[in-house]
């Protein structure tokens, strides 16, 4: 059984970056589909950004599109969100979450079983 746990998080400022990562135990991330979610308060959780583990083939939430990216490191068994140019509206606890289903539900969080426990990111104004 795979385990997540998010890092990188914090307090910046609107225009700044930060780079979240989340790291595995308990096996590899091969063959999965991984993926970035986040929730701000009084909100639903809402998607980000995914990626194929074997192929690195990726797509985003237009909200985040141009500004975030998603990437792997399968040496480390780590996966990152490089997130640039943030914005107020970034605020939110931010989840990584795995499937081994590689088509279904791909932006929905029913389409994932596998979650962390999140990271906080505040960004303010």
């Known amino acids: 059984q795979v385990q997540l746990v998010e890092s990188g998080g914090g307090l910046v400022q609107a225009g700044d970056s930060l780079r979240l990562a989340c790291a595995a135990s308990?096996?590899?991330?091969?063959?999965?589909?991984m993926g970035w979610f986040r929730q701000a308060p009084g909100k639903e959780r809402e998607f980000v950004a995914r990626?194929?583990?074997?192929?690195?083939?990726?797509f985003y939430a237009d909200s985040v599109k141009g500004r975030f990216t998603i990437s792997r490191d399968a040496a480390k068994n780590t996966m990152y969100l490089q997130m640039n140019n943030l914005k107020p509206e970034d605020t939110a606890i931010y989840y990584c979450?795995?499937?081994?289903?590689?088509?279904?539900?791909?932006?929905?969080?029913?389409?994932?079983?596998?979650w962390g426990l999140g990271t906080q990111v505040s960004v303010s104004s």
């Open positions: 979450a795995g499937s081994l289903e590689l088509l279904a539900l791909p932006t929905a969080p029913q389409g994932y079983d596998i």
């Open positions: 308990g096996r590899a991330f091969s063959g999965y589909r």
């Open positions: 990626v194929i583990w074997e192929t690195g083939r990726t």
